[in-house]
């Protein structure tokens, strides 16, 4: 969708003649992306943290349903379960996942949630943010503000989530 803007912008920055304004227009391209591509990592650190709160807070028979959903989207996406490694160690699911680190494993696990219709535990807002790819969360540069929002929540509540340490 950014591109779309960004190539229109060009056509009329170019019409209107000169490469200042074509210039002028990537500028704002390539600020418009990394904010877009912040706030992508953003809502994936804020998902995988609260998805560890909330997973920790659901009955054993609720958690198995959530590991089971986690496995019918890693079907629906053709991912190999079987390269994710722990915490999984029962699930193929989670086995995939856990190649990724333990903060994509509960990126898919909010996914699973918000398909189940499951809110958030302790947040002011009561959803999940929708994502596109759960495996932002476990990329290098989403990991300070995974910590970032871990160690909000553990101050809040009062909770250690050791379950996201890599």
Known sequence: MYWLIALICLIIAWAWGGLIYVGACLTLAVGF???????????????????ALTFR???????????????????????????????????????????????????????????LAIPPVGTKVPKWYVL?????????????????FRRQVEEEFGVSLDELNS
């Open 57 to 115: 807070s659901l009955s054993v028979s609720d958690r198995s349903t959530v590991d089971e959903a986690v496995e019918r989207i890693c079907e629906r996406f053709k991912i190999d379960v079987e390269t994710l490694g722990p915490p999984f160690p029962k699930s193929s699911a989670e086995k995939k996942l856990m190649f990724s680190g333990p903060a994509a494993v509960f990126a898919f696990r909010s996914l699973a949630m918000y398909e």
């Open 132 to 148: 596109r790819n759960p495996f932002v969360a476990s990329l290098y540069e989403s990991k300070s503000l995974v910590d970032k």
């Open 33 to 51: 992306w990394k904010v877009a591509w912040y706030n992508t990592k953003r809502v994936a650190a804020r998902n995988a943290v609260y998805a």
